[in-house]
């Protein structure tokens, strides 16, 4: 059980387009919903927490504007990076969590290059 | 106060060894302590966590044992495998907050 799944695993895209990632837990439903971002040999940053039905709560430094973020049902969230540029080519991941565990399920990530 | 830090950066252990990673925190109100697990190109994978009320944990091959006075927590692979070879994670969390995670152990384990 508690199974996340990301789509696409991976993208290519030209820089200024927008890009969506999407983040499904599979067989739980989860009240909150998680995404980091991870460059190479690094460790996850946060990007941004999201309740189900409510905005996204955004860490300092990250661009609201930019990274939209959509959690509409218990087993859902979004991910679209607008007006994307190399910069923001990185692995993408998301993860969910129970309302009653500090426990994370984390999905297995989407690797965005813009070119 | 929300650091995790953790040691050593990289780790080389023979296939059959120990593997120890180190983690310390500063913040007493963390309550929740996973390790996570990372291959390449993938996300990471819960592998153990533990609660400050005991001191260790043991699942497998993997221990985690906790130092609570010492805010310190570390993970013990026992007879370490090739297969073993990711990085791996330390995190925390207090309550329901969001976890810190430590900066990440590439763990190789020769054959």
């Known amino acids: 059980g508690a199974v996340v799944s990301q789509h696409p695993s991976w993208v290519i895209c030209k820089s200024g387009t927008s890009v969506k990632i999407e983040c499904r837990s599979l067989d739980f439903q989860a009240t909150t919903m998680f995404w980091y971002r991870q460059f190479p040999k690094q460790s996850l940053m946060l990007m941004a927490t999201s309740n189900e039905g409510s905005k996204a709560t955004y860490e300092q430094g990250v661009e609201k504007d930019k990274f939209l973020i959509n959690h509409a049902s218990l087993t859902l969230s979004t991910l679209t990076v607008t007006s994307a540029h190399p910069e923001d080519s990185s692995f993408y991941i998301c993860s969910a969590s129970l309302r009653t565990l500090n426990e994370q399920f984390f999905g297995p990530g989407t690797r965005l290059t813009v070119l | 106060q929300q650091q995790v830090k953790q040691s050593p950066q990289s780790l080389i252990v023979q296939k059959g060894g120990i593997s120890i990673i180190n983690c310390a925190y500063e913040?007493?109100?963390?309550?929740?302590f996973p390790w996570y697990q990372q291959f390449p190109g993938k996300g990471p994978a819960l592998l153990i966590a533990?609660?400050?009320?005991?001191s260790e944990k043991k699942e497998g091959r993997f221990t985690i044992s906790f130092n609570k006075s010492a805010k310190q927590f570390s993970l013990h692979i026992m007879d370490s495998q090739p297969g073993d070879s990711a990085t791996y994670f330390c995190a925390a969390s207090a309550g329901y907050s969001t976890l810190t995670f430590g900066k990440g152990t590439m763990l190789l384990v020769s054959p």
């Open positions: 533990i609660r400050p009320d005991v």
């Open positions: 913040n007493t109100a963390f309550d929740y």
